[in-house]
């Protein structure tokens, strides 16, 4: 069964300092993983994916991510954090197949931008 | 111009009522979802259907019932309140069953006293 871990449920970073969430994954089959944000009292808004390819991939906002294979992984990077960053940050994988690809969430990391 | 939206934003209700909520995406796509985020803020998949058939049922209890009268709109009906049932319910969309992302609604603020 597929699963996600993200470790920390809640980072602090000062604004301009590097952002780093991290997510482990386990998959039995090749993954497809997404990066998520909510801000509050809003829906969930795609930051990135990695489906096929490249393994680094670019998102919005400046946000990227790195798929590891050898390491599981799909942290999410960012050089400089802006106070418009804080937002609850979601890993996901999704379940393709016979399961209609439903998306199976990490816990969620809340981000804090500190003036 | 909203992708998938979901009425209504808010939903505040006694317990043992019956309630409905309604989703519609404009993005052509032919997977939708349920899912419901918890107070820890914790996501969780409820329901799926794919061209109107439903695909997952995620052992949830038979008082929540998912409607699909097409592949545009996927509406969720729950029978007889708990104020556990209280949470933030997402409608989503996708296509190619999760090969691409899933976009996602507003949100319902369910709030069962």
């Known amino acids: 069964a597929q699963s996600v871990t993200q470790l920390g449920s809640h980072v602090s970073v000062s604004e301009g300092a590097l952002v780093l969430l991290r997510c482990n994954y386990s998959?039995?089959?090749?993954?497809?993983l997404f990066w998520y944000v909510q801000y509050p009292n809003q829906g969930l808004q795609l930051l990135l994916k990695y489906t096929t390819g490249a393994t680094l991939v670019k998102g919005i906002n400046g946000f990227e991510a790195e798929f590891k294979k050898s390491e599981t992984s799909f942290h999410l990077t960012k050089p400089s954090a802006h106070m418009s960053d804080a937002a609850e940050y979601f890993c996901?994988?999704?379940?393709?197949?016979?399961?209609?690809?439903?998306?199976?969430f990490g816990q969620g990391t809340e981000l804090s931008v500190k003036p | 111009d909203t992708a998938v939206s979901q009425t209504p934003k808010y939903l505040v209700t006694q317990m043992g009522n019956d309630k409905s909520i309604k989703c519609e995406q404009n993005l052509g796509h032919d997977t939708m979802y349920w899912y419901k985020q918890d107070s820890k803020k914790f996501l969780k998949i409820m329901f799926s259907y794919n061209n109107k058939e439903l695909i997952i049922n995620e052992t949830v209890p038979n008082r929540f019932s998912p409607k699909s009268p097409d592949k545009a709109h996927l509406n969720l009906h729950i029978n007889s309140l708990e104020l556990g049932d209280s949470a933030v319910y997402f409608c989503?969309?996708?296509?190619?069953?999760?090969?691409?992302?899933?976009?996602f609604g507003q949100g319902t603020r369910l709030t069962v006293v």
């Open positions: 989503a969309s996708s296509q190619d069953r999760g090969r691409t992302e899933a976009f």
């Open positions: 998959s039995s089959v090749p993954p497809y």
């Open positions: 996901a994988v999704s379940d393709i197949g016979n399961q209609g690809g439903k998306l199976i």
